[in-house]
């Protein structure tokens, strides 16, 4: 058989895309960030492309983190800001999950919810969320109430939508089967579509995470208060973009703690759903 060059070229690159796959999650994280904080240095410190004002060296942002890291342990102030702001996190989380559960069943589950109730939601959905923090604050204050109203207002929505497709993944064949052996609407959804459904919910629950996040310290950006988003906003007023990106990386690592909490839940709840990975990417 004549091997022609393209068929070289196609091996050449089925090799290359194996090797590839074959480097360790790891390795390609670590790789990836030293790659970016290499760019970094180099157009920040090295060439001078950007100025400081607007994108602090990575040794700037370094001591800045190293900074606030200090005061937390030593229970400054950043540490009573912090704890607004997962709390804020943590209640609106839990709101979120409850009414959109909630939502997804009476959506999937009733052609009301589907007909009537779904065209609402969407229609709410399209709009643009941050625009409702002012009425939020005018309705509830420049408390931990108004933070809490817009991140379950951000965050509801995912949840809503997963929950209700997931009640559409069990088969008509598994459907058919619980009628013909006389289960009740309760049971048959109790007993099959909930089950089917969590990888879908788990989904949502997931984007939720990072939803409840950005309404969180939205809300605490536009509407003052003692969180992180206040904090960041008094650094981003005085320029301190240092101490703005120190706060946004302490941030992330409470959004990635929520994010992999679900992700911890979902792997003992839906352990026999070998094609979801705990990690949360699929």
Not at 4 to 25: L, Q
Not at 69 to 74: E, I, K, S, V
Not at 256 to 279: E, S, Y
């Amino acid at each position: 058989m004549n091997i022609t060059p393209e068929d070289n070229e196609d091996t050449v690159w089925v090799e290359r895309e194996a090797f590839i796959d074959r480097i360790p999650r790891w390795v390609a994280m670590l790789g990836l960030a030293v790659l970016v904080i290499g760019i970094w240095h180099l157009a920040t410190e090295q060439m001078g492309w950007v100025s400081p004002i607007i994108l602090p060296s990575p040794g700037e942002t370094l001591s800045d983190l190293m900074g606030v890291g200090l005061n937390l342990l030593n229970r400054g102030y950043m540490l009573g800001a912090l704890w607004t702001t997962t709390r804020t996190v943590f209640w609106a989380f839990l709101i979120a999950a409850g009414i959109g559960f909630s939502l997804g069943v009476l959506v999937g589950e009733t052609r009301f919810g589907e007909k009537a109730v779904m065209p609402y939601l969407v229609a709410i959905d399209t709009m643009p969320k941050v625009a409702f923090a002012p009425l939020f604050i005018a309705w509830l204050g420049f408390d931990i109430a108004s933070k809490v109203a817009l991140a379950t207002f951000i965050a509801t929505f995912p949840i809503v939508v997963s929950t209700a497709a997931g009640l559409y993944a069990a088969s008509e064949n598994e459907r058919m089967l619980f009628k013909s052996i006389g289960a009740s609407r309760w049971q048959t959804l109790v007993r099959l579509k909930l089950p089917n459904a969590l990888p879908f919910i788990f989904t949502g629950l997931k984007i939720a995470a990072v939803g409840v996040m950005a309404g969180a310290i939205t809300g605490e950006f536009l509407g003052g208060g003692q969180g992180f988003g206040a904090l960041i906003r008094e650094s981003a007023s005085m320029l301190d973009t240092p101490r703005v990106f120190s706060l946004i990386l302490y941030l992330s690592l409470l959004g990635l703690a929520l994010f992999f909490t679900v992700a911890w839940v979902q792997k003992r709840l839906v352990f026999w759903n070998k094609g979801d990975r705990p990690g949360g990417v699929t």
